[in-house]
């Protein structure tokens, strides 16, 4: 697996291709991300680059002086050539027609019922009903006498890490640092997301 980057979900709109074709995509700013450290195979076992981005300056109480980072995350590489901790990293690493894999936290929805958090399709909505949205029965007899763990019920919805592969990228602008992801991207705008290149872009011939 290729290094990735952290990026910032901007939001979605509409890109264009060259035929005139409309397509979803969602925006992601990318600001230089900085090599915080390394890990190396003699040390660790494994070549690692841990990434971060929002570098705030502190001080402790005896006057040394560090580097904390708003978000911080780590990707298992094959070499390490090349790259040495404070390297920047931009986002003309992920270039157009690469497809890439997007991890992030989905939207928290806080507490839903069955109908919002799985479909159910609920009861009649005319007056006179006293089944609208309610679960139904889930008992289960008097063998095994409860109820089976992972049962569709009311419950916490959102909030969960969520990974899409092998979306394409269609816009790379490693100057502004924006990407353009062909679909919708996991989580708020303003949320950071991890972005790794599963496929390379393929070589044009010259």
């Known amino acids: 697996m290729s290094a990735g980057l952290i990026a910032r979900k901007l939001g979605m709109s509409l890109h264009f291709l060259a035929n005139g074709e409309a397509v979803p995509v969602t925006y992601l700013q990318v ?13 660790d076992g494994y070549n690692a680059l841990v990434l971060g981005v929002g570098a705030k300056k502190w001080k402790t109480r005896k006057g040394h002086e560090h580097t904390r980072y708003q978000v911080q995350k780590e990707w298992q590489v094959d070499s390490l050539e090349g790259v040495a901790p404070g ?9 157009v027609e690469s497809l890439v894999t ?4 989905s939207k928290g929805k806080g507490f839903q019922g069955g109908v919002k958090r799985y479909g159910f399709a609920g009861g009649p909505a005319s007056h006179g ?3 609208k949205r309610e679960p139904g029965s889930v008992g289960m007899r008097q063998h095994p006498g409860r109820i089976h763990k992972g049962k569709r ?29 062909k679909g919708p991207v996991p989580g708020p705008n303003g949320a950071a997301v991890y972005v790794t290149v599963s496929v390379p872009a393929p070589t044009k011939a010259k």
């Open 31 to 43: 600001e230089p991300n900085v090599v915080v450290r390394m890990k190396t195979a003699e040390k």
């Open 87 to 95: 390297a920047l990293i931009t986002a003309e690493v992920v270039p």
């Open 102 to 105: 997007v991890s992030g936290v």
């Open 129 to 131: 009903s006293h089944f």
């Open 153 to 181: 019920m009311a419950g916490h919805m959102g909030g969960d890490t969520v990974t899409i592969r092998n979306r394409p990228v269609l816009v790379s602008d490693s100057g502004k640092g924006i990407l353009a992801i």
